[in-house]
């Protein structure tokens, strides 16, 4: 049960990626029924997978492996790992897929390349699985750059459009730099415990085993590690890929930079919770709240519909990433999955509102108009009434307002971060906490207002709208009822009495006893003791953002651009996104022109002149012995002078461009080290 | 001089066969040194590849290495028939681009 | 003498004789056909190794494939085969000094080391070995080798049918 389901799961949209890839075009409809339908089967299969991991064994950790390869002495195993972890984690990936799927049917339906575009996503779910099923860390990397890939393809899905193309490359790029620390990390661990299974790695810290007997290394590990968190759920300093990626179709925003590829680091964080030291944690805990903070203030300013869902989500990554810092475990994994929910239906409604614009602009041959810039927008409310109230729930569920699902979960994690700052004294991390939770209610409701409230912009556009699709609409329905809180707990203002608390608890630390951050019985009482406070501020807070965003864009009693005036350089920074692309392109980009430069001058100048003259003394060398050679009338001797002559040829242009002189040389280099090592 | 003959026609042996193998090498390297015609130089490279399967089989039969040489020996001879399949293909795609396959005159990168 | 020793020194003479006619021949045809012997004289040696198996492997691989690959590759883009020697060379006098020096060098590093020699029983057949190995310690490098293959094929066959698109072009 707990074997073969697992590797069906894991397999079935892999089947499907290879059965479009080769006969897509050829199938009817172009396959996509084939690849949704598989997707379907691998969600209802994942949902039986939950229900009985969790009414028969809620407890264990169920893994298989077997012998993958053998390298010298070193055994790599290729293994299943099933606890309630992977499980809950399971059935969202492939919900959302699957939502994506059907949704994808009507956004992407006149696609050139639509049989493509399905198979790229059973590639993407595909690896997407083997992140969560694998048990060990080197087979996580393999699906970690798998993952990396396919969402390379799906965000250049569009490669025509050269902001596509650059968009992918950059998405894939700035990941490597995360994956690079990650796999140094793995490095480290693998020296020191020769495997790569989480357990025995686990078992081998507690055991009292540290890399290279200090406790800094595996503090350097953790670290490492989570530099590939970094990367993939766009932490701050590498968080610059996901605004770009928002070039891909709608729908696949909605899968990779809502629910899956930008939670696998935060799983990733969760999976190798138990072998971090508080030190590791306390930096994890401080990049979250940065990078929480950094995007919300962005997110105020920008107009483009999916560039602030785009930096709302980089917020509220940020939030998962602090809250497991921090030690609350299963608020950051809770706020992961209901994140998931809402945060996908936020882009499959924008990609809805999108399509509707798109259509209407379409009709009045209208290309330069902009169909995500929200200020085009505005009113949409009585013509896409289905897409209008799906949305309502979601931004409710973001903003954090009572009888949400999002409600549940950013009120346990400022209790977390609140609790923390009670046990360690670290305060900026709840005040970052909730001066993001009311930015986020604000900059929620101010999209939400601009874009389906008041006065259309343009009322020819605004007439051709209308709603989109039921294939459309209902994964957007479905969604909604997941971003209420009976899914989750049936005490709305607690989620620790709901079933999610009892399946996913904090894993035991791992690390030596003075290295471990504060046991979780310690812990839990201190969020106990605040947990009523944080939900009051929290509640305050989010109604302030709410009311903020009301009175600026509804009642319009405050003026939107006497703020951006009064906010002077802050407003600025925030609408260029603090530079930060400025920045790299200054530092590292043309850092590397600069080298670059430099290096050729050098080439040119020092080396040629090197060359030149080593060449024009050979020459000139050449030239008398051939004079001498020339006299001294000999069969032999004329030989050598050729051979001179031809040696003095040779370097005097090195790069003759022939393949067999160049051979020459490596034979007589090859030569000349056999003698010198015989 | 029967005796010289016995002498220097010996039962032969590991180093017999790697001599053989030495001198098929520097036939192998001469041709790859200094045909024009690439076909030439592939074929100089399958004899060296050769050479090399005659050092692997020898010190298979006449050392510890046994049966793993053999086996050394047979994924030689695998990868010999990728190469020269691609090996082939672009000789031919490159006689269509030059309209000549003397690796002398294809000379673009000339510095 | 025994039998094996003259075989040994009859194909050892073949494969280097063979294989010297292919490096000087003129003639890129009869150079193909050189090769030719000088393989079936290394498959004769690998038999007097013990390695029947690999024997019959160079024999159908080198042979029957490589040779015959060699051969099209020759009559697809001969331009005619009448030139001197010397003008179907390059750098001879370097190529000459290395690959002697190279030969010089080897049988000086081969003849002179002290190679530990361990007799083994003449083995009567080594073809099951051979599979054993190959499914047992082997199998990830014979998996490779085959996805390897796999893909010389698909490259070789992109490659040519690129050539055929070209040359539609121009007709």
Known sequence: MFTQLPLIILLLPLLAFILLIFFGKRLPRQGDWLATGLMTLTLFLSLILLVVKLGTQPAETISSSFNWAIVGSQVIGFGIMIDNLAAVMLVVVTLVSTLVHYFSMGY????????????YLGLFSFSMLGIVLTNNILLMYVFWELVGVSSYLLIGHWYEKKTASNAANKAFIVNRIGDFGMFVG???????YSTFAFEAIFESISAGQLPFGSE????????????????????FPLHVWLPDAMEGPTPVSALIHAATMVAAGVYLVARVFPMLTADALLVIAYIGAITALIAATIAITQFDIKKVLAYSTISQLGYMIMALGVGAYTAGFMHLVTHAAFKAGLFLGAGSVIYGMHAALHKLHNHHTDAQDIRNMGGLKSKMPLTYWTFLIFTLAISGIPLTSGFLSKDEILAGTLAFSTLNGHWLLPLTGFLVAGLTAFYMFRLLILTFHGKPANDQVYSGVSESPKVMTIPLIILAGLSLFFFYSFNPFGATSGWFYGAIERPESMVPLILQPAAYPVFYEAVSSVHT???????????????????????????????????????????????????YDAAFVNG?????????????????????????????????????????????????????????????????????????YVIFSFLVLFVLFL | MELLLAQSVIEPGLTHFLVVSAILFSLGVMAVLSRRN??????GVELILNSANINFIAFSRFTELSLDGQMIALFVIIIAAAEAAVALAIVLNVYNRFKTINLDDISLLKG | MELTTILFYLFSLITLGAAAFMVFSKNIVHSAFALMFALIGVAALYVLLYAD?????????????????????????SLGYTFNFKTVTVNLAPASLLSATAAVLLIFAFVTT??????????????????MLLMGDYILPFIVAGVLLLIAIIGAILMSTHLSAENREGV
């Not at chain 1, 793995?186 to 020191?192: A, D, R, V, Y």
């Not at chain 1, 006497?562 to 600025?572: E, N």
């Open chain 1, 108 to 119: 992407m339906k006149d696609d050139t390349r639509y049989s493509r575009y399905f198979a």
């Open chain 1, 186 to 192: 793995i490095m480290i661990l693998f020296l020191s």
């Open chain 1, 216 to 235: 800094g290394w595996l503090t350097a590990a953790g670290i490492l590690i989570f530099c590939g968190a970094i990367g993939k759920s766009a932490q």
């Open chain 1, 533 to 583: 406070l944080a939900m009051i501020l929290s509640i305050i807070i989010a109604g302030g953002g709410v009311v903020f965003a009301l009175a600026v864009y509804h009642w319009k009693k405050v003026s939107a651009d006497a703020l951006a005036k009064r906010a002077g350089l802050l407003y600025t920074g925030s609408v260029n996104k603090w530079y930060f692309d400025e920045f």
């Open chain 1, 592 to 664: 590397t022109h600069g080298l670059m430069k430099m290096l050729r001058w050098f080439d040119e100048n020092i080396i040629d002149g090197i060359v030149n003259g080593s060449a024009l003394i050979t020459k000139v060398l050449s030239r008398i012995s051939g004079w001498i050679d020339n006299n001294v009338v000999d069969g032999l001797v004329n030989g050598t002078a050729t051979t001179a002559n031809k040696a003095g040829g040779l370097l005097s242009h090195v790069q003759t461009g022939k393949v067999q002189t160049y051979l020459v």
């Open chain 2, 38 to 43: 690439t076909i030439m130089v592939l074929m």
């Open chain 3, 53 to 77: 198996f690999l024997a019959a492997t160079q024999l159908l691989v080198y042979v029957g494939g490589i040779l015959i690959l060699i051969l099209f590759g020759v009559m697809l883009t």
């Open chain 3, 114 to 131: 002290d190679w530990k020699i361990s007799e083994i029983a003449e083995p009567t057949d080594t073809v099951y070995d051979l599979g």
